[in-house]
C-alpha cells in the first residue's frame, strides 16, 4: 500500500519562474492538501482539494494556485516566484467523510528560489 | 484568532530520561487535536489523534493528554531514545474546516547520549 508521494524531492528555481510540483495520495484516500513550511516554522495551509476542486485556501496569494485529476493526483503551481517561497511543501491525503479524518503527509518538495 | 502555541521551542534531554511538551490553543469550534513528528526535512508523521471526549491517548512510549477546557493538550515521552529526536508539532482542528489544520511551531526535541 503506497503512502503519500511527492514529486520532485528537491527543485531550485529563479526569482520570475514558475514551478509546479505533484502529488499522488494514499490509496483510497480523495481529497490532497497543500502545505508550505519554512525552515524552522509550522506548516502553513495553502489550499485543499476534494472532487477536482478547490475547496478551502489559507491565506497565500493568487500565485499560488493548484488542480486535482479524477486519479485524485494533485499539483501545486506557483507563478512569479519570490525568494520567500522557499520551503518544503508538504502534500497530505486524507479521506472524506471519517469525522477525525487523519491526513497523512508526504515526504515533502524542497523548493530553493535564487 | 485561531492559534496553537507550543513550549518549550526547544528542549535537550539525556537518552533513557522523560520529557513533556506542551501545547494551548485558542481555535474554536474544536474537533480533534493531533501530535506529529517530524523528522528533518521529512513530512509529519501521526502520533496521536483525540476528540474533544478524550482526554489521554497513548502510542508506544508517546502519551497525549487533552484538557478541552482549559484548550491545553501535552505529549509526554517515555524512557526517551536517540531517535526520538525530532519537531514534535501540535495540531488543532475546527470543526467548521474538517480539512484545515492549524499548526504550532513545533517543539525540537534532541535527545544526547
Known amino acids: 500500500d503506497a503512502g503519500v508521494t511527492q514529486s520532485p524531492t528537491h527543485l531550485i528555481k529563479t526569482r520570475g519562474q514558475q514551478v509546479t510540483l505533484r502529488c499522488s495520495p494514499k490509496s483510497g484516500h480523495d481529497t490532497v492538501s497543500w502545505y508550505q513550511q519554512a525552515l524552522g516554522q509550522g506548516p502553513q495551509f495553502i489550499f485543499q482539494?476534494?472532487?477536482?476542486?478547490?475547496?478551502q485556501r489559507g491565506n497565500f496569494p493568487d500565485r499560488f494556485s493548484g488542480h486535482q485529476f479524477p486519479n485524485y493526483s494533485s499539483e501545486l503551481n506557483v507563478n512569479a516566484l519570490l525568494l520567500g517561497d522557499s520551503a518544503l511543501y508538504l502534500c497530505?491525503?486524507?479521506?472524506?467523510?471519517?469525522?477525525?479524518?487523519?491526513?497523512?503527509f508526504g515526504p515533502g518538495t524542497r523548493l530553493t528560489v535564487l | 484568532k485561531n492559534q496553537v502555541e507550543q513550549s518549550p521551542q526547544s528542549l535537550i534531554i539525556l537518552e533513557g530520561k522523560n520529557c513533556t511538551l506542551q501545547?494551548?490553543?485558542?481555535?474554536?469550534?474544536?474537533?480533534?487535536l493531533r501530535w506529529y513528528k517530524q523528522d528533518t526535512g521529512r513530512g509529519p508523521v501521526s502520533l496521536t489523534i483525540?476528540?474533544?471526549?478524550?482526554n489521554t491517548k497513548s502510542n508506544g512510549r508517546y502519551t497525549a493528554t487533552l484538557d478541552a477546557d482549559t484548550k491545553q493538550s501535552s505529549l509526554h515521552i517515555t524512557a526517551s531514545q536517540l531517535s526520538d529526536s525530532a519537531s514534535y508539532i501540535c495540531?488543532?482542528?475546527?470543526?467548521?474546516?474538517?480539512?484545515?489544520?492549524?499548526f504550532g511551531q513545533g517543539t525540537t526535541l534532541q535527545v544526547k547520549p
Open positions: 501545547c494551548n490553543y485558542t481555535v474554536s469550534p474544536f474537533s480533534n
Open positions: 497530505a491525503s486524507s479521506s472524506q467523510g471519517a469525522y477525525t479524518d487523519t491526513q497523512y
Open positions: 483525540m476528540t474533544f471526549s478524550e
Open positions: 495540531v488543532v482542528s475546527a470543526s467548521s474546516n474538517t480539512g484545515k489544520l492549524i
Open positions: 482539494y476534494y472532487e477536482e476542486e478547490e475547496r
